[in-house]
């Protein structure tokens, strides 16, 4: 992971890194406020479904009815730069390349044999790990990390301590057959994903055989379960249920519901909902909007480790300009080293005008890229722009039309409009009017109001296209609705 996004061939059976296989890109550090955990593995079977790899080893000093606990000290994770690798990422000898290395949760760990059936609190596991003493010794199986040095861990720290830095859990993601889709939304993955194998739900941090008397999580679609799993107090099963209702899957669409149960998963510490509903409540979509409570929420979710809500943190505080550079740059940053494109985007125009930092373009047009290849929008049409203008990068209007009609694509209305200019002009593309006229149709109607304007001029005007002063009107009439005050001037003359 030092050297690069880490690729493994992963079967179920075993699981290897192809050390020649590589993918361009790096990991990020993003700190959380101290979490602590006991993973209580009950029996053989649950200690084959968790811990698939290591049975042989665990497992021959474990006797009937003994019981594995593992205590963890969280204080933050490792994240690729990449939400998605696809096949046409990877580099080397990659044969056999299934997945990758995704996330990496970092801290302490101590695994102990448990023959009482009582489950401990995990700072009294992580302090028998410590205990030198015979009787200890003998029910330690395994640990890493100094739970001391984790306690004294700083969230906003660009890297963990050296003696907090042991890897406790591992995410492999699979290789996809394509790049990662332009705006990618990592709360719907959290909130859709499966983690445990057929037959087996994830309760209390593992992978079980059900009990009815266990909450757990939900199947995401599965209305009932995830209603039942809500009111027995799961909080990522409500979270579920919310996304469910936001988007009308499985059960009605719904956005007050939608909020209602965001709320009750954040109340139950669910971290991504939290967000959730700080970005509804910052837009009131099911609930009266409410920036104060927004931002309070967003605050805690971004030092809970949620990249997003940093993110949308540093949107709002730029949008209302009541943040500096000093408040929003920390912000970005943060949200760039836990895998965010748009702060990563974000970040890349900071540096290229050199708001708060020094002014570097090279480094700006880096920052882009990689908010770009993250999913980032935003991104690509910055990238784009860059690439036109020669802003640190090599001037290229072709790489910059590709990364136009990418975002266009991906209904971006700056993208739709930037990329009808270069038709216009014929700039990296072969000059297209009529090309451009549809690109600015779009824009348009994506809610850039002012292609509206320049698309009802030309209908005015007849410009590239046949007159039509009604049309022209009608688009005239969407660009002032949009803010434009050189719209509304012009239908005033009529």
């Known amino acids: 992971m030092k050297q690069g996004i880490a690729v493994a061939s992963y079967d179920c059976k075993q699981a290897r890194i192809l050390r020649d296989c590589h993918v361009d890109g790096s990991y990020g550090f993003i700190g959380t406020t101290l979490q602590q955990q006991v993973i209580h593995l009950a029996n053989a079977d649950e200690l084959k479904l968790n811990l698939p790899f290591s049975r042989g080893r665990l497992g021959g000093g474990m006797h009937r009815g003994a019981a594995l606990d593992a205590a963890i000290d969280i204080v933050g994770e490792q994240v690729a730069s990449l939400p998605v690798v696809a096949r046409s990422d990877l ?259 900071i540096y290229q005008q050199g708001l708060g930092v020094l002014k570097d373009a090279e480094r700006g047009a880096f920052f882009l890229k990689r908010g770009c290849r993250a999913g980032s929008k935003f991104g690509c049409v910055s990238l784009g722009a860059a690439y036109e203008a020669g802003l640190g990068v090599k001037k290229d209007a072709g790489r910059a039309a590709e990364l136009f009609t990418m975002a266009c694509e991906a209904k971006d209305s700056a993208a739709c409009d930037q990329e009808a200019k270069l038709y216009f002009l014929g700039d990296g593309v072969k000059k297209d009017d009529a090309k451009g006229i549809e690109l600015l149709g779009r824009a348009c109607d994506l809610g850039n109001a002012g292609s509206c304007l320049v698309l009802g001029l030309r209908y005015e005007q007849g410009t590239g296209v046949a007159q039509d002063k009604a049309k022209a009107a009608k688009l005239l009439k969407r660009a002032c609705d949009g803010g434009i005050p050189t719209a509304c001037n012009a239908l005033r003359t009529k």
């Open 91 to 349: 580099v080397g000898d990659c044969a056999g390349a299934t997945h990758f290395v995704r996330e990496a949760t970092v801290g302490a760990f101590v695994t102990r044999k448990n023959t009482s059936g009582k489950v401990q609190a995990a700072a009294d596991i992580l302090s028998l790990g410590a205990n030198g003493s015979s009787t200890s010794n003998k029910e330690i199986v395994d640990k890493d990390g100094d739970p001391d040095s984790c306690r004294a861990s700083d969230p906003s720290a660009k890297a963990p301590s050296p003696q907090c830095a042991s890897p406790v859990r591992l995410e492999l993601k699979a290789v996809s057959a394509k790049p990662v889709q332009l705006g990618y939304d990592p709360f719907v993955e959290y909130a859709t994903q499966n983690t445990c194998p057929t037959g087996a739900v994830f309760e209390a941090g593992k992978c079980a055989r059900p009990k009815p008397s266990v909450p757990h999580l939900c199947t995401y679609g599965d209305g009932r379960d995830c209603e039942q799993q809500c009111q027995h107090g799961h909080a990522p099963s409500c979270t579920r249920l919310g996304l469910m209702h936001e988007r009308g899957e499985g059960v009605g669409k719904d956005l007050s519901k939608a909020t209602a149960l965001y709320d009750k998963a954040c109340a139950g510490n669910d971290v991504p909902a939290c967000s959730r509903l700080g970005e509804m409540l910052l837009v009131g979509s099911g609930v009266t909007p409410d920036d104060k409570r927004a931002m309070s929420l967003l605050h805690k979710a971004c030092t809970a480790g949620w990249a997003k809500a940093c993110t949308t943190q540093m949107a709002f505080l730029m949008k209302k300009h009541e943040g500096d550079t000093t408040q929003i740059v920390p912000l970005v940053d943060r949200g760039c080293d836990g895998g965010d494109g748009d702060s990563c985007a974000t970040l890349g125009l």
